[in-house]
C-alpha cells in the first residue's frame, strides 16, 4: 500500500475540476501534489490557490510528459503517485468525425494516459518504497452513450489498459498498484473547456452536456471524487467507483452480451445435432 502522507504525487488536469478535487484531498491527506497542465492561466491560479506547484504539460506529446517526470525528479528526488487524469470530452456522432478529430482526442485521452504510464511507471518501479498510478477513465467505457464513440473508445483503452497493467504487476510482485478511476458526472470545466483549442478547427465536435444525454444523473463534486480516489490509493483498489447506482447500466450491456452467447451455444448445439 502506498502511504499518502508525505508521498510525491503528479496529477494531470490538476488545475481544474477532477485533478484538482484530487489534487486538494492528497494535500489534505498530507501528500505533495505537483499539478500538470496545459492550460497555463488556470494551472497559474490554482497552484497559487492551494499553495502548490504547476507545471506545464500536452499529456499528448511524450516529450512534454518525460520533461515533467525529469522536473519533478529534479525537484523531489522521487516520484510516488501518478495520477493520469488529463482529458476532454467533446460529442459527435461517430459517422461525423474526421480523422483529425480522431487522432486529437485519441491523443490526449488515451495516449496521454498511455504516454503517462510509460514515463512514469520506470520511476515508480525504482522507487525502493514502490507506488500507485491512477488513470481516469468514465462510465462511458462501461456503457458508451450515443454521442461519445470516439470518447467512449478512449475511456475503454484506458480501463483495459489499467487492469492488464495491475494484474502484470501483481503477478511479478512488484510494489506498484494502479487505479482505474471510473466517474459518472462530476461538476467541472469539462463541456466548455473540451473545445478549447479547437475553435480555428474543421471538426465534428460539440460540447457535451450530460444533462440532456442522461436525465437525471446524481451529479458529484471534484472533492467527493477526490475522497474516493484517496480511500482507493489507501486501499490498493483497482477500480473506483463513483456512482454505485448505475450499476444496471452496467448490468444491461453484460445482459446483451450474456443473451448472444447464449444463442451463440444454442446454435452451436443445433450445428452439432444437439
Ligand atoms: P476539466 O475540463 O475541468 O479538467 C480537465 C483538465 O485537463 C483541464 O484543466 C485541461 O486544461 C486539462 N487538459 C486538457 N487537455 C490537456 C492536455 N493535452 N495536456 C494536459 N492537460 C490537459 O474536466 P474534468 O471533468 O475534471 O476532466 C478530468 C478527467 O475526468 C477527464 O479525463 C475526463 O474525461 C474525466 N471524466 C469527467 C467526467 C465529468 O463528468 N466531469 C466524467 C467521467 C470522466
Not at 33 to 58: H, M, N, R, Y
Not at 156 to 183: C, F, K, Q
Not at 231 to 237: L, M, N, Q, W
Request: aromatic share 4%.
Amino acid at each position: 500500500m502506498t502511504a499518502i502522507a508525505g508521498a510525491v504525487a503528479v496529477v494531470t488536469g490538476g488545475a481544474s475540476g477532477i485533478g484538482r478535487g484530487i489534487a486538494e484531498e492528497l494535500l489534505a491527506a498530507g501528500a505533495h501534489p505537483v499539478l500538470a497542465d496545459l492550460d497555463e492561466a488556470t494551472l497559474a491560479a490554482t497552484s497559487k490557490e492551494l499553495g502548490v506547484e504547476g507545471i506545464i504539460v500536452d499529456v499528448a506529446d511524450p516529450d512534454s510528459v518525460a520533461a515533467l517526470a525529469d522536473a519533478v525528479v529534479r525537484r523531489y528526488g522521487r516520484v510516488d503517485i501518478v495520477v493520469n487524469n488529463a482529458g476532454v470530452g467533446p460529442q459527435a456522432p461517430i459517422a461525423a468525425l474526421t480523422l483529425d478529430d480522431w487522432k486529437w482526442l485519441l491523443g490526449i485521452n488515451l495516449f496521454g494516459v498511455i504516454h503517462g504510464v510509460h514515463v512514469f511507471l520506470p520511476l515508480l518501479q525504482a522507487n525502493p518504497h514502490g507506488g500507485h498510478l491512477v488513470n481516469t477513465a468514465s462510465m462511458a467505457a462501461f456503457a458508451p452513450p450515443i454521442g461519445l464513440g470516439a470518447y467512449s473508445v478512449a475511456k475503454a483503452g484506458v480501463v483495459a489498459l489499467t487492469e492488464v497493467l495491475d494484474a502484470e504487476l501483481r503477478a511479478e510482485g512488484s510494489a506498484v498498484r494502479a487505479t482505474v478511476l471510473v466517474p459518472g458526472s462530476v461538476r467541472t470545466n469539462i463541456g466548455e473547456g473540451s473545445l478549447r483549442d479547437r475553435a480555428d478547427k474543421d471538426t465534428a465536435f460539440r460540447a457535451f452536456d450530460p444533462a440532456a444525454a442522461l436525465p437525471g444523473v446524481q451529479w458529484l463534486t471534484p472533492q467527493e471524487v477526490g475522497r474516493i480516489v484517496v480511500d482507493a490509493i489507501e486501499s490498493d483498489e483497482l477500480y473506483a467507483i463513483t456512482h454505485p447506482g448505475q450499476w444496471s447500466r452496467v448490468t444491461s450491456r453484460i445482459e446483451r452480451i450474456g443473451a448472444a452467447f447464449e444463442r451463440a451455444a444454442e446454435s452451436a448445439e443445433l450445428a452439432d445435432g444437439g
